[in-house]
């Protein structure tokens, strides 16, 4: 059964630092593209960060600079390191595993394996 628990997510004040983590079982972890999405209220999840089996990242413009994601292929476990945070950034934050090597698009659809979330709050 394929399982992915987020953790350390809570509220900050903004220029503060978070760090996420996402355990991962039940599949071959080290062969997926892996990511983090988030969610606002009242808007469309979208792509924050992502990694693939390479180990090349991506991130979204309104992140870089201010995350990190990273993984440990031999504790199948993913990571957001997330610094210089905003009150735009809250959100609830969920990591997702897509099938392929590569990330691609890295849209929502193309994941197929979703955490629950973890909300991070960011106060002015």
């Known amino acids: 059964q394929v399982q992915l628990v987020e953790s350390g997510g809570g509220s900050v004040q903004a220029g503060g630092s978070l760090r996420l983590s996402c355990a991962a079982s039940g599949y071959a972890y080290s062969t997926y593209c892996m990511g983090w999405f988030r969610q606002a209220p009242g808007k469309e999840r979208e792509g924050v960060a992502f990694?693939?089996?390479?180990?090349?990242?991506r991130y979204a413009d309104s992140v870089k600079g201010r995350f990190a994601i990273s993984n440990n292929n031999a504790k199948n476990t993913l990571w957001l390191q997330m610094n210089s945070l905003k009150p735009e950034d809250t959100a609830m934050y969920y990591c997702?595993?897509?099938?392929?090597?590569?990330?691609?698009?890295?849209?929502?659809?193309?994941?197929?394996?979703w955490g629950q979330g973890t909300q991070v709050t960011v106060s002015s």
């Open positions: 997702a595993a897509n099938k392929q090597y590569y990330c691609g698009r890295s849209e929502p659809a193309d994941f197929a394996y």
């Open positions: 990694i693939d089996t390479t180990g090349r990242t």
